[in-house]
């Protein structure tokens, strides 16, 4: 997957190691631009890259931030001197009791809350930005209902663009608030998610100096996720993980994970050890665990209705790679009920003090299936990736949690309560 | 203020560094223990050391986390490998646009928000935990309306300890959610904030099990705030900024800030340089400010009436410190409106993209004020400290913020929309 040959066009562009866009499915090779789609057969473009010698110590001695992998990602080598959210290096956590809850040897969390705006959009949104800066944009747009929209707003705040982030009118008023405090353009706009994000598609097309981070420069955007993949080695002390489970939405990040590893193992920072990739999908929007199941190639829209609500993509465009990634490494992609998500989240707060948005409670749920199903190895030592935080998905656990007890104030009182819940 | 004299006592407990507790008022220094008022003359207990010799490199080379200041801390030695939820080492951020707008020639926003429950709250509750479990306690409590509770119910979830979480039975459903959700024991109590904190003290004498991380072994825990001013200097290359601006509840924060510069000069890790605090309240909750407008040494304690809630505490234990910090540095405490709060919250979120809570709200706004009444002086390197999450005070900015408009689902609308704003 890992395309290091040399560059068939020198490029205008400082971004760093990139050196083409290749197609994913005929391999056609076009300068580096913003493009999505190849030009010869519209499958989606990928970043090409020609590597530099790197070391760990070099990583080591770079900023605490996604920037010090800089040398790995499609962005100018002065990245990290330009005003940005400086997201990244969250905590992997050893989740010693969450694997004992879950029955399994050794467990770690990657808890990316940690980020600027508490999800790993930050990261993705970061590069995007840093690679549009170069390829001339100067605004940063979106579609999105939620995450995105903050990390967004808040990213082009801090780098002193304007943004235009675009929502479904009839979006909660919580997720309103946090991308419209950031202080850009936020349009609402009257339809659903796909006609926001067709309108989106539109403008694209129309707005020369518009970087709609997951459209025009998507193939820049996507390679930010390859940084949790590097984190999560780096943290192990430069080693792969035996099983990794990543929550599946348009499928980008598991690829990215995946891509992540491979280039480390290539690049001889890691030793290339076998891994297993697993997805995790809602129930109510599973249409790459559906294929999975069915053996299919191709993946079935569907009409999401879940609780989780960032992984809602009915037609995700990378669906059928994440499919190549979890067969290629043995893994599996498996699905859980909205009860279950909920369920996973209080598991994983009640265990380990973290609170994930339902997107994290999809992941732990759907590695406690795929443990009792027998499909996750409870001896091998796995990672959970949790990529966004519970105080922006409150509604899903308001109805399951709250006091002990309501006392008189007196202790006394607090001792009979305590003493009647045994 | 810093004690580095010999211990007039060998302690039966590992707590690194620290070797006595000494009052703040009368000098009288004890064994260490759970206790936190003088028994000579009931003065605040303060823990006092005996450092090693440290380096700038074996910090440097610690965890990515507070624990790299271990050696400054009353922690045992092992404390980063005992399960903890790893707080610390938030970003620091040049604040470009902000100094700008602010017409201030340097600027730093130290960003607490990304901390595992999102306030510094982390920080203290973590070294009360590790001091908690060497004095021989096994729950970990507290009062609280909001972040302090997140923080402890999240910290003895990630520990395997049990939580007794006490708030008053008003509080508003999202804050008890972000409680609950960790699976401790809450308890709702009949009666404001004030009641609450009486049952605190009452059940702290009556169950020797149980750590209340503010009342028992509070001492213990406000040595955690001394790094954020740890982290500053590293952060800024060792070095101490010229002005710092700290929100100011109870006090403890700013003078342990204070504390931890000091520290730091003592220990020849950076240059002593000359320093000013700069204290932060809300006109509603402001007996510090007012104490200082007044010059008085005594507080006279307020009944708070502020959107800044994470800040209301009518009458702050540590005020006279904070008082003789701010004198001996030269600086001042200020107070803002609550209006001025909410335009403080969004001129940081629209420069540089951070949405702080309220009380991050405070600071920004009174370093506006203090610059305009030229108290603060504009040609001196400043930083902020930006405690908590905007996520958690929401209602503050909700009648605030929203969409730029609403538009339909064509590109022609959105061109409407955009001209006609200019």
């Given at each position: 997957m890992t395309l290091t040959a040399a560059p068939e066009t020198t490029s205008a562009y400082d971004l760093g190691p990139a050196r083409a866009l290749a197609c994913r499915e005929c391999g056609h090779r076009i300068p580096l631009?913003?493009?999505?789609?190849?030009?010869?057969?519209f499958g989606p473009l990928e970043v090409a890259y020609e590597f530099p010698e790197i070391t760990r110590a070099a990583i080591e001695a770079?900023?605490?931030?996604?920037?010090?992998y800089k040398d790995l990602?499609?962005?100018?080598?002065?990245?990290?001197?330009?005003?940005?959210?400086?997201?990244g290096l969250t905590r992997l956590i050893e989740a010693d009791n969450l694997a004992k809850a879950l029955g399994v040897r050794k467990l770690w969390v990657k808890d990316d809350t940690g980020n600027p705006t508490h999800s790993f959009k930050d990261r993705v949104v970061a590069v995007a930005l840093a690679a549009a800066r170069e390829l001339g944009f100067s605004v940063l747009c979106c579609p999105s209902t939620g995450n995105l929209a903050n990390a967004v707003a808040a990213a082009a705040a801090r780098a002193g663009w304007d943004s235009v982030v675009l929502i479904p009118s009839s979006l909660e008023q919580p997720k309103i608030i946090t991308t419209a405090v950031y202080g850009g353009t936020l349009l609402a706009v009257d339809g659903n998610y796909d006609d926001v994000n067709r309108l989106a598609t539109e403008l694209a097309a129309e707005?020369?100096?518009?970087?709609f981070v997951n459209v025009n420069v998507r193939p820049y955007y996507a390679e930010g996720s390859k940084t949790l993949g590097y984190e999560v080695a780096e943290q192990l002390g430069w080693r792969l993980p035996e099983q990794i489970v990543v929550p599946v939405a348009s499928g980008s990040q598991l690829t990215k994970v995946d891509k992540g590893f491979t280039e480390l193992g290539n690049l001889g920072l890691v030793e290339p050890t076998r891994y297993t990739m697993f997805g995790a999908q809602a129930t109510g929007c599973s249409p790459v665990a559906s294929a999975f199941e069915a053996g299919h190639d191709v993946i079935q829209p569907q009409k999401p209705d879940t609780i989780a609500r960032s992984l809602a993509i009915g037609n995700p465009a990378d669906g059928p790679y994440v499919l190549d990634s979890v067969r290629r490494t043995g893994g599996q992609v498996g699905h859980v009920s909205d009860d279950e998500v909920v369920d996973g989240i209080r598991l994983l707060a009640r265990t380990e003090g973290v609170f994930a948005e339902t997107a994290g409670g999809v992941t732990v749920a759907t590695a406690k299936k795929l443990l009792e199903a027998g499909r996750?190895?409870?001896d091998a030592e796995t990672v959970l990736l949790i990529t966004g935080d519970g105080l922006k998905t409150l509604d899903a656990v308001s109805g399951q949690v709250g006091p002990t007890a309501t006392v008189p104030a007196s202790s006394a009182a607090v001792r009979d309560a305590l003493t009647s819940r045994g």
């Open positions: 631009a913003a493009e999505f789609a190849c030009p010869r057969c770079g900023p605490k931030s996604i920037w010090r990602l499609p962005v100018p080598s002065t990245v990290g001197q330009i005003a940005n959210t400086e997201p707005h020369e100096d518009w970087a996750l190895d409870p």
